[in-house]
């Protein structure tokens, strides 16, 4: 089930993640499915054990003295009702218990990997007030739910104790009526623990099940989100591809309702084009990026690929055949070859070093103590941003796609360092499609095309000197950083 879960979430989108915290979606692979596997574990055997036994002490009893057993038995449906009436509401409050547990884990997870920035704040009291307060919140819930468990427990047992009143009562009468032995009526008070001792295990097992089912219910509910990116039925493989891309019309938002981000966005890319993207931040540079690989799909209108709509062909070709180098670039905790490697993972020694030749990050892994498996810790943290950059693009090198998206890939590095990713990052783009979103107007200078956008759309289009000529929001841009 944990598997089938990872899997699941992996296929969501970017949409539902952006929604989602890490650490919620953590709780319930760990802590509800671990309430599953202990349902799973005891359940059955304390059914099996308290039916059978149940079921053979109410026999003998009532083979021992059927008023007095029918005493008991008329009480039990009573008990069972009670029960199933409160463990509605025991399971209730564990399942917002389990939800208490992701806020913690969601918590711990935020403040935990910003460990740096609360640092460098000292905002170690105020993380800690969070946390507090995200703790404080599971304790109130923690509390109820007892309460709830006290409540069905402690009533279950007055049950229990008044069908041992109701069971001496009724003796005492018939034996007035002297239809009844005291010796009897003892023996059968003996025996009757027999029977309680399963009903006690039953209500145990309650406990267990309400977890289970509560845990089951949240495992369920997010099963059910349906992936809002995913093949179309009659998707088909993206073949070898020369790199053409269209947009046609198109228009997006993020949410239903929303505000577009931008609209009728047409623009033709031919294979092996060099684009610039450019306007101010907040544009929407980013994002009509994340539409080529159906990160996010249009709201209207339709991209192409060689021809070929981006909706019908399936998720995992459109992907295999763009390369994405971002400004934030995240490296799996590992060894600098496996994050190489995953540009393609079955790729031979020789064909990570050329990688990394070609992407100038061979020379400073090479003069790490232990080259390529070297350890570049949590996200990288231990590799410079320069380095970290060169890393990935040395994946994507291995990656081998038709088209390329540079977003800032070098605007958080020093000149130095940005020099030899710019270097590399032109030597992937030869004979591939890119498309560059760079803030710096000088490393787009030799763009085969600029594109200028605004909140209105496509403002202008052309090259470097045609849009100086022509003296519009590019050239006001260019003048404003080199003024
Ligand atoms: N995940 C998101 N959900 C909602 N709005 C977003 C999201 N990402 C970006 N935006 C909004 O979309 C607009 C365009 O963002 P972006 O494409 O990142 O701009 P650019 O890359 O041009 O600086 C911005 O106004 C931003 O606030
Ligand atoms: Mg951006």
């Known amino acids: ?133 995200a703790n404080r919140s599971f304790l109130e819930s923690r509390k109820r739910s007892y309460l709830a468990e006290a409540l069905l ?142 990160f996010y799909d249009a709201t209207e209108g339709d991209i192409f690929i060689d021809g070929a709509n981006i909706r019908n062909v399936t998720l995992k070709s459109l992907r295999s055949h763009i390369g994405i180098v971002q400004q934030d670039v995240y490296l799996f905790a590992g060894t600098i070859r496996d994050n190489i490697l995953y540009g393609k993972p079955d790729a031979s020694e020789e064909e990570v070093i050329a990688a990394a030749k070609h992407a100038h990050a061979h020379e400073f892994i090479m003069s790490l103590p232990n080259g390529f498996d070297t350890y570049v810790g949590q996200r990288g943290i231990k590799l410079s941003g320069g380095q970290k950059q060169r890393i990935s693009i040395a994946r994507v090198f291995l990656k081998n796609p038709a088209v390329l998206i540079f977003d800032e890939a070098t605007s958080a590095l020093d000149n130095e360092s940005e020099r030899a990713v710019q270097e590399s990052l032109e030597r992937l783009a030869s004979q591939r499609t890119t498309f560059v979103i760079a803030h710096r107007l000088s490393t787009i200078r030799n763009a085969d095309r600029i594109v200028v956008i605004t909140e209105q759309g496509i403002a202008e289009e052309g090259t470097h000197e045609q849009l100086l000529e022509r003296d519009g929001e590019y050239a006001k841009l260019y003048r404003l950083q080199f003024r």
């Not at 509800?32 to 003998?60: C, K, N, Q, Y």
């Not at 399963?198 to 406990?207: E, G, I, S």
Request: net charge negative; hydrophobic share 45%.
């Open 1 to 133: 089930m944990r598997d089938d879960l990872f899997r699941h979430v992996q296929g969501l989108s970017f949409r539902f993640h952006s929604q989602t915290t890490t650490g919620q979606l953590m709780s319930r692979a760990t802590n509800d499915l671990f309430t599953i596997s202990e349902l799973a574990h005891h359940g059955p055997e304390d059914v099996v054990i308290s039916l059978v036994r149940i079921i053979g002490s109410a026999a003998i009893l009532w083979h021992m003295n059927g008023l007095l057993a029918l005493t008991l038995f008329g009480i039990l449906p009573f008990m069972f009702l009670f029960a199933y009436r409160y463990s509605l509401k025991v399971k209730d409050a564990l399942k917002r218990n389990n939800e208490r547990i992701g806020d913690i884990n969601a918590q711990l997870e935020d403040s935990l990997s910003g460990i740096r920035v609360v640092q460098s704040f000292t905002g170690e009291a105020l993380e800690t007030a969070k946390f507090r307060d």
């Open 153 to 294: 427990f402690n009533g279950l047992t007055s049950f229990m104790s008044f069908m041992n009143i109701a069971v001496v009562v009724a003796g005492a009468v018939l034996i007035s009526q002297e239809r009844l032995q005291l010796t009897e009526l003892i023996t059968f008070l003996l025996y009757m623990n027999t029977i309680t001792d399963p009903v006690k295990r039953l209500v145990n097992f309650t406990q267990f099940l309400q977890n289970g089912i509560a845990g089951f219910e949240r495992f369920v509910e997010l099963l059910q989100v349906k992936p809002d990116i995913a093949d179309a039925e009659d998707a088909v493989e993206l073949e070898r591809v020369r790199g053409c891309v269209e947009f046609c019309g198109v228009g997006f938002q993020y949410d239903e309702g929303g505000p577009y981000v931008f609209r009728n966005m047409n623009l033709s890319v031919q294979p092996g084009e060099y684009v610039a993207l450019v306007g101010s931040s907040g544009v929407g540079k980013t994002t009509l990026c994340q539409l080529i690989p159906r």
